[in-house]
């Protein structure tokens, strides 16, 4: 089950800017680092951005985040054919004292 | 550069237990510093953490397969292990093995997930 709400879909023309929101609550967001990830059709999900901006070895700078009380978002910028994924956020839950997951977000460029 | 390889029968009958070995390689001996997660996704459908283990025996679970779960560790094969119990047609899903970094932060990296189809 999915604790974390993302839109179902997202998309944008080449070149604009898309938005994915990953709201929770104080037990995961509200008190926790949200972690990005990207899952590639037909491949495993990838670690995609750490909190603080900085991104893995391969991913560029047109992607960024935010987190601010119990909501996180992920920003794609310059939207490129490349960036069709779907993209899940992720979060400790101390309530849970497990992991929870976003229920995930299609991203499509037009 | 750390590389995790699910194993195990891609196919398991309804009622009964589905096993999966993941495989840890190229970690440099760090395999005891970490925490070890499985998570699976069902056909079409999201990701669904399942719980994690550490070397000293340490596991949680998600509560909602609390009961049918256990997921073991052998440090001296750089392995763990998944067992769920009285499987359903719902737990056909792909199962990946992940690396927690930072517990309990990412999830980096990931198995390339292997689909186990639970039949009637």
């Known amino acids: 089950q999915s604790v974390l709400a993302q839109p179902p879909s997202a998309s944008g023309t080449p070149g604009q800017r898309v938005t994915i929101s990953c709201s929770g609550s104080?037990?995961?967001?509200?008190?926790?680092?949200v972690n990005w990830y990207r899952q590639l059709p037909g491949t495993a999900p990838t670690f995609l951005i750490y909190s603080d901006n900085q991104r893995p070895s391969g991913v560029p700078d047109r992607f960024s985040v935010s987190q601010s009380g119990t909501s996180a978002s992920l920003a794609i910028s310059g939207l490129q054919s490349e960036d069709e994924a779907d993209y899940y956020c992720a979060a400790w839950d101390d309530s849970l004292q497990g992991h929870v997951f976003g229920t995930g977000t299609k991203v499509t460029v037009l | 550069q750390v590389l995790l390889v699910e194993s195990g029968p891609r196919l398991v009958k309804s009622s009964e237990t589905l096993s999966l070995t993941c495989t840890v390689s190229?970690?440099?001996?760090?395999?005891?510093?970490?925490?070890w997660t499985w998570i699976r996704q069902p056909p079409g459908k999201g990701l669904e953490w399942i719980g994690f283990?550490?070397?000293?025996?340490?596991?949680n679970y998600n509560p909602s397969l609390k009961s049918r779960v256990i997921i073991s560790i052998d440090t001296s094969r750089n392995r763990f292990s998944l067992n769920l119990s009285s499987v359903t047609a719902a737990d056909t899903a792909v199962y990946y093995c992940a690396r927690v970094v930072a517990f309990p932060g990412r999830f980096d990296p990931w198995g390339q997930g292997t689909l186990v189809t639970v039949s009637a």
């Open positions: 104080s037990s995961n967001i509200g008190s926790n680092t």
């Open positions: 283990i550490f070397h000293n025996g340490r596991v």
């Open positions: 190229g970690d440099g001996g760090s395999f005891r510093n970490y925490y």
